[in-house]
């Protein structure tokens, strides 16, 4: 069974870093790109980027929102993929997802929340 | 970037009834759309990918249908279980981007 799940959320002030994990299981990590997708309260989904597989580079993209405070990374030795997130603003609030592939997303997390506020 | 609009933002049918709902994209995204369900408090679920076909385990009245910049979504038979909000999301390369999403909900 494919599984993913999100930790490392929390509340954290403006201008303060945060590392959210991925682990997974169930499925050879290695074969695949991950991506993290978030949701805003009460908002609809917006995608964050993708890591690529190694085959493929191993390379990320980014939204134009994130890019040059947020990185995304992944360790296929432990089947994780990684969101660090700097400088963050109070508009990162959001409960953040990490799905499966780099098009359709097959799988999905339960998501985990992070609060940006003083 | 390409946006992606759907229609309505919101819409409420009978149990029973056929819902469609749309999803247009600012430029020829060819069939890289996929369509997914978020139930109230629940994860989004992928319904559709390649514009037309079934995720394994999505029931058949679910249905997508399109190319290019104009795509549907059909319910042929709603059924009280598919009150959720519906995304559309086109992949043909960074960034990828949603649609706004549809509400649906039962008369």
């Known amino acids: 069974e494919v599984q993913l799940v999100e930790s490392g959320g929390g509340l954290v002030q403006p201008g303060r870093s945060l590392r959210l994990s991925c682990t997974t299981s169930?499925?050879?990590?290695?074969?695949?790109?991950m991506t993290w997708v978030r949701q805003a309260p009460g908002k609809g989904l917006e995608w964050v980027g993708f890591?690529?597989?190694?085959?493929?580079?191993?390379?990320?993209e980014y939204a134009a929102s994130v890019k040059g405070r947020f990185t995304i990374s992944r360790d296929d030795s432990k089947s994780i993929a990684y969101l660090q997130m700097n400088s963050l603003k109070t508009e990162d609030t959001a409960v953040y997802y990490c799905?499966?592939?780099?098009?359709?997303?097959?799988?999905w997390g339960q998501g985990t929340l992070v609060t940006v506020s003083s | 970037d390409i946006q992606m609009t759907q229609s309505p933002s919101s819409l409420s049918a009978s149990v029973g009834d056929r819902v469609t709902i749309t999803c247009r994209a600012s430029?020829?995204?060819?069939?890289?759309l996929a369509w997914y369900q978020q139930k109230p408090g629940k994860v989004p679920n992928l319904l559709i990918y390649?514009?037309?076909s079934l995720q394994s385990g999505v029931p058949s009245r679910f249905s997508g249908s399109g190319s290019g910049t104009d795509f549907t979504l059909t319910i042929t038979s709603l059924q009280p279980e598919d009150v959720a909000t519906y995304y559309c999301?086109?992949?043909?390369?960074?960034?990828?981007?949603f649609g706004q999403g549809t509400r649906l909900e039962i008369k």
């Open positions: 999301q086109r992949y043909n390369g960074a960034p990828i981007t």
């Open positions: 799905t499966r592939r780099a098009v359709y997303l097959d799988y």
């Open positions: 430029q020829d995204i060819a069939n890289y």
């Open positions: 390649a514009a037309s």
């Open positions: 169930g499925f050879t990590f290695g074969d695949y790109a």
């Open positions: 890591i690529r597989n190694k085959p493929y580079g191993g390379t990320a």
